[in-house]
């Protein structure tokens, strides 16, 4: 601080506060009404205090016996699958282009420069822009509605493959040389040296994926035509396509809250990573 | 930075092996259907897909004559703009008050950053929940100012739903950005002006807003990119696009004349379009990261 104005001070912390509660006031409405009953809901404006019947709602979402007029599928399975997808696709993303940026640096081979600029490329095809055509692909693999058609398609990164190359262009080069010295070969350089020195790299891309696959909607909503394979995210969508009146709002608001509580446990757990991998990726 | 390495593996077939992966998954799932979509983008397929045939630049002559399509353009310009001057305006503010203050600043900094591990399609229901025309808690309170909230029938209040969900969502990531930047400025400037007398706003306008320049600039075109990709979640839990078309943003558009009206040349022909926007946007975001390198 460079001088003390007591007013500024206490400004800073009004205008935070607010800002915090605005941002918190979502959350909060959801989760009380994550602990009423569907008709306490709807009584307008519903109460701000929670409610008692925070145990039930979560159990009816998780088991699915919530009586939804749109859809009853049980959230434990959606989460399930969020999460396996998740993880798929970070640890895929993060496997995939440690794997190139190694090729990319450490050997010279012809159209080395090409793949380079193929990868990169692919940074201007962003799942949006060729929804119809990948759709057409995934299904003539005979992959909607598996595993492998939610996250295959969405698993190679331009982004981590010039994290992980910027970073191994930081190594310095006596490593490698005395890997080969001691006759060690690439695989083996690879696994037991620059795997380890990237460790922190990969520990924050890994948040970053990991909430970009579990919040995934686009995608799976297109792949996805079976319930017991939705992804929580579009559960989610699929509660309240009921309209108003139809929809359980506090089951709706128990899965809400569920869908949200991985990726933030994992934001919260590992901030520093987070906020490292965030400006590392973007910058 | 070295750019090369001095030191290489010799090997014929294994850097082939090493990119294998990522070049199947990039060929297949990338490349060829883009491919696809520029040729699809060309042609016209009835209904059951069974007869194609060549058909030029109609597909094109047709869109930027459907005025449906023109309206989608204006609704994701002004959507876009909403939601990037208020998602930067209102995290700057947010990180100006954040660096200054000393105490409790990683407190205020994690419960900022939330909403970021929220899904759009969950901020969507959030915000259409409170929204809810007759059992939302936000409507009913702007009942008693006399706004009769009601965003199924009025499309201004569908828009500022959307960009209010879509705002919050970006809110802690414009943040962080803002507030690194604004860590980076050296003490000592900022000291030095306030010896030579200038009050903080004076010095916020004079030496902290010129130096975050470029990271504003970089923010503008991430929410930008946001807004025209990544809300397609957020309007299709909120709005569906409604009422009628106003809210449907270009992917919206895509998706929507793609898989529920079965128009595969004008999906196409709208995908491709928005290639080029996309192209645009990172050759303009590319030559600021090496403006910023060498900065």
């Known amino acids: ?283 | 930075m070295a750019s090369e390495k001095r030191v290489v593996f010799r090997s014929a077939w294994l850097p082939w092996v090493l990119v294998a992966p990522q070049a199947a998954v990039i060929g297949a799932f990338f490349f060829w259907p883009a491919a696809q979509a520029l040729l699809q983008s060309f042609q016209q397929s009835d209904a059951f897909g069974t007869s194609t045939e060549w058909v030029g630049l109609e597909n094109f002559q047709r869109l930027f004559a459907d005025d449906t399509y023109v309206a989608s353009f204006k609704t994701t310009a002004v959507f876009s703009v909403l939601v990037a001057g208020l998602g930067l305006s209102l995290s700057l503010l947010l990180a100006v008050f954040a660096d200054r203050v000393v105490r409790g600043a990683l407190v205020y900094r994690t419960l900022l950053i939330w909403p970021y591990a929220v899904a759009p399609a969950v901020a969507g229901v959030l915000w259409l929940f409170m929204f809810a025309p007759s059992i939302g808690i936000v409507s009913y309170a702007l009942r008693a100012f006399g706004i009769d909230w009601n965003h199924l029938l009025n499309s201004e209040h569908a828009m500022t739903l959307i960009v209010l969900a879509a705002v919050w969502k970006q809110i802690s990531y414009n943040f962080l950005f803002f507030l690194a930047g604004l860590q980076s400025i050296p003490r000592s400037l900022i000291e030095a002006a306030a010896i030579d007398g200038a009050r903080p706003w004076r010095r916020f306008w004079t030496i902290q807003f010129p130096l975050l320049s470029p990271t504003t600039f970089f923010l503008f075109v991430i929410n930008v990119v946001y807004a025209f990709f990544d809300t397609f979640a957020i309007v299709d839990a909120a709005t569906q696009g409604g009422p009628g078309k106003d809210t449907a943003i270009l992917v919206y558009k895509v998706y929507y004349d793609g898989f529920k009206a079965l128009d595969l040349g004008g999906s196409a022909a709208q995908s491709v379009v928005l290639m080029g926007i996309v192209i645009a946007l990172t050759v303009i975001q590319f030559r600021f990261v090496e403006k910023k390198v060498s900065y």
């Open chain 1, 1 to 283: 601080m460079v001088e003390r104005r007591p007013t500024l001070g206490i400004l800073a912390h009004v205008v935070l506060i607010l800002g915090v509660l605005i941002v918190a006031f979502p959350l909060y409405v959801t989760f009380v009404a994550s602990t009423q009953t569907a008709n306490e809901i709807l009584q307008a404006p519903m109460s701000l205090v929670p409610g008692s019947h925070l145990v039930e709602n979560y159990v009816a979402a998780l088991k699915g016996t919530g009586m939804g007029a749109a859809s009853n599928a049980p959230v434990g399975r959606m989460m399930f699958i969020s999460l396996v997808t998740a993880l798929v696709i970070a640890l895929g993303k993060i496997a995939i282009s440690l794997l190139s940026a190694f090729a990319i640096v450490y050997f010279r081979f012809p159209f080395r420069m090409a793949v380079f600029w193929a990868i990169f490329v692919t940074l201007m095809l962003p799942v949006e822009v060729r929804i119809g055509p990948t759709y057409q692909v995934v299904s003539d693999f005979g992959m909607l509605n598996t595993y492998a058609g939610l996250t295959v398609p969405l698993i190679a990164s331009a982004t981590a493959t010039f994290l992980f190359r910027q970073f191994f262009l930081t190594v310095p080069d006596e490593l490698a040389e005395a890997a080969r010295i001691d006759g060690a070969g690439p695989m083996r350089f690879f696994l037991d040296v620059l795997v380890p020195l990237s460790a922190t790299s990969c520990a924050a891309l890994f948040v970053i994926q990991f909430i970009y696959g579990w919040n995934q909607y686009l995608w799976p909503l297109l792949v996805t035509t079976d319930e017991s394979m939705y992804p929580v995210v579009i559960g989610i969508k699929r509660m309240i396509s009921g309209g108003d009146a139809a929809t359980d709002w506090n089951i709706v608001m128990a899965t809400a809250i569920l869908a949200m509580l991985p990726p933030a446990v994992v934001v919260l757990l590992m901030q520093r990573w987070f906020v490292k991998g965030l400006v590392d990726t973007e910058k």
